[in-house]
Structures are given as structure tokens and as C-alpha cells.
């Protein structure tokens, strides 16, 4: 049974720092490259942030770029979303998201609020 659960949200004041896990299970997590989206209330879900098959190559929405970093650990099956410098625009559910081709697995995701 495929899972992915995401994990670390909290409220966090402007400024702050969270990090972001997402365990996955079920699959093989070394062939899938792994994302981060968000959905604000009211707003469309986005891509933040996408790791490659071998964690050479990422990728970043414009909005987290020199802000947020991803990684993972592919002893421990996880990936990471290290996000500092968090603004109140930056509040929403966070999910994991896994894809190979066409298969494409979804977390339930983690709330991140960030206010003062």
C-alpha cells in the first residue's frame, strides 16, 4: 500500500524556519521524483519545489527560491522541505507528491501557518 505522509507544520511567526518530512512507503522511492505543492484557501494548488530520481537536480517555484530548500535521504525513504524566512504568503496545506511517467501518488498533506 503506496503511502506518503507529511509531517512539521505548525504556526510559525514571519521570519521564521520549519522543516518539512514526507515518509514514504510502499513503492520504490528511488525511482520516483519527488515534489512539494501547496494550496492556500482559495487558491489553485502550485508546485514549490521538485528533486530528482538522484538528488542532483532541483527545482523551485520563483516565489521560495533562495528561501526553501528540498532534499532527500534515500536510506530513510524521506524527503525534506527545509523552509526559512517564512512569510504570512507562505501559509497553506504542504503535500508530498511522488511521480514516475504516469503513476503519481499523493500525501494528505501538512498544515504550515505562519503568523504573528
Known amino acids: 500500500q503506496v503511502q506518503l505522509v507529511e509531517s512539521g507544520g505548525g504556526l510559525v511567526q514571519p521570519g521564521g524556519s520549519l522543516r518539512l518530512s514526507c515518509a514514504a512507503s510502499?513503492?520504490?522511492?528511488?525511482?520516483?521524483?519527488m515534489n512539494w505543492y501547496r494550496q492556500a484557501p482559495g487558491k489553485e494548488r502550485e508546485l514549490v519545489a521538485g528533486?530528482?530520481?538522484?538528488?542532483?537536480?532541483?527545482n523551485y517555484a520563483e516565489s521560495v527560491k533562495g528561501r526553501f530548500t528540498i532534499s532527500r535521504d534515500k536510506a530513510k525513504n524521506t524527503v525534506y522541505l527545509q523552509m526559512s524566512s517564512l512569510r504570512t504568503e507562505d501559509t497553506a496545506v504542504y503535500l508530498c507528491n511522488a511521480r514516475r511517467g504516469s503513476m503519481n501518488y499523493w500525501g494528505k498533506g501538512t498544515l504550515v501557518t505562519v503568523s504573528s
Open positions: 510502499g513503492f520504490t522511492f528511488g525511482w520516483y521524483a
Open positions: 528533486i530528482a530520481i538522484n538528488g542532483g537536480n532541483t
